[in-house]
């Protein structure tokens, strides 16, 4: 494919999906793949909720963990990049620095797994889904495609499958624990917490109260 081609193409896959439901995404089909070349195979779990079917629990217990300057960036946070930057120059744990936007960009379009290619790709796509999709479009299609367990993808898929409830019925303990597994969701459970995972959900709750709670989505209009 040619470098016009490339970008006509791009252009178009995120102009049909800021407002076609998401049924699938690379990161799904990448399991799959995983699961027939180990002979194992799983069932992929989703089901696209539209954003007034998600719980604003979820919603804000993803923003305060994830991203708590998401509505006010154009992509990506330079200020949690420099202090990444800073605790890898210090010798300290790689600090996570990516946004919701990015993720999402990479979870709908690309793969998992570092490379040089992966993130130039996905500073493409960050930039591309910024400039065409709302805020509101982003977080949306995050929390429906983004992993929670092996072969569980969205947050109604989540919701259904620890504690048996639907997209919209999350309470704040529930959604605040889903949110707490997300950096590592294939082996941590949200039905069945760690005393780790009880912190961590802890702490993101004090900070959804911090945020201001369910108004602060009104942020993201």
Known sequence: MTGIGFVALSLLLVLLFRVVPVFGSMVMLERK????????????????????????????????????????????????????????????????????????????????????????????????????????????????????DNGVFGLDAAARHYFGVTADGLSQVQASRLAAILPNPRHWSASQPSAHIDRRSAWIRQQMANLGGASYLERLR
Do not use: C
Request: proline share 3%; aromatic share 12%; glycine share 4%.
């Open 33 to 148: 793949v995983q699961s027939w070349v180990a002979q194992e195979p799983i069932r992929i779990k989703h089901r696209w909720r539209r954003w007034d079917a998600l719980s604003d629990n979820a919603k804000l217990a993803v923003i305060a963990t994830e991203d708590q300057r998401f509505p006010n960036h154009f992509g990506f946070d330079l200020d949690q990049m420099r202090r990444a930057l800073e605790a890898s120059r210090n010798g300290n744990r790689l600090r996570g620095a990516s946004t919701i936007t990015q993720q999402t960009a990479k979870n709908l379009f690309l793969w998992t797994g570092r490379s040089w290619v992966r993130k130039g790709l996905e500073a493409w796509f960050t930039v591309l889904i910024e400039v065409f999709w709302p805020k509101k479009r982003i977080l949306e299609v995050y929390l429906n495609i983004v992993e929670w």
